[in-house]
């Protein structure tokens, strides 16, 4: 038993290891890696890729999963987009209700995942795709397939302005994580998560409306893809469906690999941040070293199935589909 | 009561075809012109890639899994076909399919004996084809040789009595499928599996291996389907077949193949895929922008699968 006890304590500090051999691997192989311009570099292309995965952490949590953020992305990015230009084009004067704007739209979008999977009872990885799919097609029929252009320099300053020679994109995303944190841990409704996916039998034997606080943990995450949206379009200055490209594999791919159950009921926000760094940390410091950024993909594919595989609890399991 | 519920389930399974004939006569009646035998020929050969992709992607389904790497592993395929032509001609697409269905064995040893969930392991697998892809391509966009095409695989296009050659390929594949499906003990097995799979597992069947096979023919189809719309645009790229994944699901679904597996069958697809062939047509007639059509299909798919999956399998639905 207490042999068991360590291992679990190992396994928790698995990923932040594997974390720490890579930046020690790429940085052996070419010191620019260590270099703080490469770390911010690393932290611009983190902070949209935090937010959106922070948001999956909340549906994997309960075991369900989200697989539309690529429509939700780019809706929310596009909304955001539109809104701030009819607004008047800046933060400064109206154009700061485009931010808010776009989370009712995330979270709308969630609100639709979550009650499509909880009413008519869809499995959520089916209803989410189908979902994504419907939000990449909306997007587009939003912008006629064109780009928008973002010139606010009050806005772009999320990526101009430095503090500390890390853009205040970083920070940005290091307070959404916060309130990601603060409702994982200090909320009925993230404890709830905690319920659900460690069991939902029992969760629901207690007295626990389970369905409602499915439809709470998909719009959760739709707004926090919104906030990813929104750091994604001021990294690049453009709003447009290709936002969303990639978002769902690269999320998917932190959320398990920072070792947050797919099963659901263990792991968490901070996991997903170890997760978005070491997916981040592989991409950049492939391009570092030299290798085509292509091969990612590859790279991470064959990362999410040795991480799945390592934290799968496979004792209660005996099939899976 | 129980007649009602046995009457429901009777229509249920006339409901695809059903569809498919109103759809097509509303169709008709919107445009007369729709109906011209060559006009609905054209129609079939256009959809032939789908076609061999949602076939495969069909036994998958059938034992109540999913595969989402069948968009990837036709795109892979399209650059390996192209790359292949000139030294190994005909030999090409005998690789191509060879390397479908390793990918698909993967996913499905992934899925089956590290029991990762499926959705997962061929979304993962998905990503490596991807990348595959774009490496062997160096992310562009390649072109077959005329003449070694026409060689090689000029029985694959044309016609012959006005009959498309894509369209003998298509139903040559279905043919087989179909009697992998209804005729062999592993289609047999399929359907013990994707009824349940507990109780395939307590008869002492070897579930893992089978379960290895399908995503291993899936794989394959897909492969077959990059190979043929390769040959068909005459070159490959890394991204030639996106669009792909969601008709693929949707004509599954629409073909009374549901999500958990166990009914339906390979000759339901050929039903789906026309079905989504008619409605991507009248798209066309009630000039709704290509835009549209993925929303519309996302909302279809949504709808099919609450209607056709089976919630008695499904104590806790994640």
């Known amino acids: 038993m207490k042999h068991g006890l360590v291992m679990d304590n190992i396994r928790k500090w698995v990923p932040f290891l594997v974390l720490l051999v890579l930046v020690l691997f790429f940085a052996a192989v070419n010191p620019h890696f260590l ?174 409306n389970v369905g409602r606080v499915r439809v709470i943990g998909f719009v959760l995450a739709g707004v926090f893809f919104a906030l990813g949206a929104v750091l994604a379009v001021a990294r690049l200055g453009i709003a447009e469906t290709e936002t969303g490209t990639g978002f769902m594999f690269l999320s998917i791919t932190s959320v398990v690999v920072g070792g947050t159950a797919l099963a659901g009921g263990s792991g968490g926000v901070w996991n997903t941040l170890v997760g978005v760094l070491i997916v981040n940390v592989i991409g950049n410091g492939m391009v570092v070293v030299g290798l085509p950024d292509y091969l990612q993909d590859g790279v991470l594919g064959l990362l999410v199935i040795t991480a799945v595989y390592l934290s799968m609890d496979r004792r209660g399991l005996s099939f899976a589909r | 009561m129980t007649d009602r519920v046995a009457l429901a389930e009777r229509l249920r399974r006339h409901f695809p075809w059903i569809t498919l004939t109103t759809l097509t006569i509303l169709v008709g009646f919107t445009d007369v012109n729709f109906l011209r035998p060559d006009n609905l020929l054209n129609l079939a050969a256009d959809i032939v890639p789908l076609l061999i992709m949602a076939i495969g992607m069909t036994l998958v389904i059938y034992i109540g899994s999913i595969d989402l790497s069948s968009q990837s592993i036709a795109n892979m395929a399209t650059v390996l076909a192209t790359i292949a032509l000139p030294s190994a001609g005909v030999g090409a697409g005998v690789l191509v399919l060879a390397v479908g269905l390793a990918f698909g064995a993967v996913s499905g040893v992934v899925t089956t004996r590290l029991k990762v969930p499926s959705f997962i392991s061929t979304l993962a697998v998905g990503g490596i084809a991807l990348s595959v892809g774009q490496f062997a391509s160096g992310q562009q966009a390649l072109h077959m040789d005329a003449g070694q095409r026409l060689h090689a695989f000029g029985w694959m296009v044309g016609r012959t009595a006005g009959i498309p050659h894509e369209l003998v390929v298509a139903l040559l594949l279905v043919v087989v499928a179909w009697f992998i499906q209804g005729r062999m003990t592993a289609g047999r097995t399929f359907k013990a599996i994707g009824a349940g799979e507990p109780v395939a597992v307590s008869s002492g069947i070897r579930v893992e291996r089978y379960k290895i096979l399908a995503f291993a023919l899936s794989g394959m189809f897909a492969a077959a389907a990059g190979l043929v719309f390769s040959v068909k645009l005459s070159g490959g790229s890394p991204t030639l077949a996106e669009g792909f994944l969601l008709p693929a699901i949707v004509a599954v679904l629409v073909g009374g193949t549901p999500l958990t597996g166990g009914v339906g069958g390979v000759i339901n697809t050929v039903i789906g895929t026309m079905i989504v062939a008619v409605i991507r047509a009248s798209m066309l007639y009630l000039n709704i922008p290509a835009m549209g059509q993925q929303i519309f299909f996302g909302l279809v798919l949504i709808v099919a699968i609450a209607t056709t999956i089976d919630r008695s399998k499904m104590r806790i639905v994640k």
Not at chain 1, 61 to 69: C, P, Q
Not at chain 1, 110 to 120: C, E, F, K, S, Y
């Open chain 1, 35 to 208: 270099s703080l311009r490469n770390f911010a570099r690393i932290a611009v292309s983190s902070s949209p890729a935090l937010m959106v995965a922070v948001g999956a952490t909340f549906v994997i949590l309960m075991g369900s999963i989200d697989l539309s953020m690529e429509g939700t992305v780019a809706v929310c990015a596009v909304v955001f987009a539109m809104l701030l230009n009819r607004l008047g084009g800046s933060l400064a004067h109206m154009g700061w209700l485009a931010i808010p704007g776009a989370m009712i739209a995330g979270g709308v979008l969630g609100a639709v995942n979550g009650l499509i999977h909880v009413r008519l009872r869809i499995p959520s990885f089916m209803a989410s795709l189908s979902m994504g799919f419907v939000g990449v097609g909306l997007s587009l029929l939003m912008t006629g397939g064109n780009r928008i252009l973002i010139g606010d320099p009050l806005f772009r300053s999320l990526l101009t302005v430095r503090i500390m020679s890390f853009p205040l994109m970083a920070y940005a995303a290091l307070g959404g994580l916060l309130v990601a944190w603060f409702i994982q841990g200090r909320t009925t409704i993230g404890r709830n998560f905690y319920a659900i996916g460690g069991g939902e039998d029992l969760a629901r034997a207690s007295g626990l």
